[in-house]
């Protein structure tokens, strides 16, 4: 099996590598668009998989970034922008592993890196009932209106998430 990687969606690698493993056009392009919904689609000998990888950032806001996902008979190729420290792993023990596998590990990671931000979320909204049960001031108004909209776009993605994992249940093994 053959992982490659590739941090920056415009390099001409992934040209190269489409042409070798005829990947769709309309693949390539989604992968090199930002801000792509979750998604999974079959394609000529392969999987096309878009996943978030989700963080806090410094100030404490929900950030998120495009992992893209081409996984076939005997690669894997992943697209992102930014660094994936979830794939390091996976990516040491790449000889060792098939694409399936692959691919079931890496989804497994993205999920299991969604609960310690659900975890860190809880925290913040026990911290906010106890200020809104002391005295209300604006600035705690406003920081509920954050954790909703922080709550919101988890929501989106973990939703999104989960059809994917459905999706991925239904595609007729090869």
Same mark, same amino acid.
């Given at each position: 099996?053959?992982?490659?990687?590739?941090?920056?969606?415009?390099?001409?690698?992934?040209?190269?590598?489409?042409?070798?493993?005829?990947?769709?056009?309309?693949?390539? #392009?989604?992968?090199?668009?930002?801000?792509?919904?979750?998604?999974?689609?079959? @394609?000529?000998?392969?999987? +096309?998989?878009?996943?978030?990888?989700?963080?806090?950032?410094?100030?404490?806001?929900?950030?998120?970034?495009?992992? /893209?996902?081409?996984?076939?008979?005997? +690669? /894997?190729?992943?697209?992102?922008?930014?660094?994936?420290?979830?794939? #390091?792993?996976?990516?040491?023990?790449?000889? #060792?592993? %098939?694409?399936?596998?692959?691919?079931? %590990?890496? !989804?497994?990671? +993205?999920?299991?890196?969604?609960?310690?931000? /659900?975890?860190?979320?809880?925290? @913040?909204?026990? %911290?906010?009932?106890?200020? !809104?049960?002391?005295?209300?001031?604006?600035?705690?108004?406003?920081?509920?209106?954050? !954790?909703?909209?922080?709550?919101?776009?988890?929501?989106?993605?973990?939703?999104?998430?989960?059809? /994917?994992?459905?999706?991925?249940?239904?595609?007729?093994?090869?």
């Amino acid at each position: 099996m053959e992982w490659h990687d590739i941090q920056n969606p415009h390099d001409k690698v992934l040209d190269e590598l489409a042409a070798r493993y005829s990947l769709h056009p309309l693949h390539v #392009e989604d992968c090199r668009q930002e801000a792509q919904r979750t998604k999974a689609e079959t @394609g000529n000998g392969y999987l +096309f998989i878009s996943l978030k990888q989700m963080a806090f950032d410094d100030a404490g806001r929900l950030s998120s970034d495009d992992v /893209v996902l081409f996984v076939g008979r005997d +690669f /894997v190729l992943t697209v992102h922008r930014t660094p994936v420290p979830l794939l #390091e792993p996976l990516r040491a023990a790449e000889q #060792e592993l %098939r694409p399936d596998q692959v691919l079931y %590990r890496l !989804v497994d990671t +993205f999920v299991e890196s969604y609960i310690p931000l /659900v975890d860190q979320l809880e925290m @913040g909204i026990e %911290r906010l009932e106890d200020e !809104v049960l002391g005295a209300p001031r604006p600035a705690v108004l406003e920081k509920i209106d954050e !954790v909703r909209s922080t709550l919101l776009e988890l929501r989106r993605v973990l939703n999104s998430t989960r059809h /994917v994992i459905v999706q991925l249940r239904h595609i007729p093994a090869r």
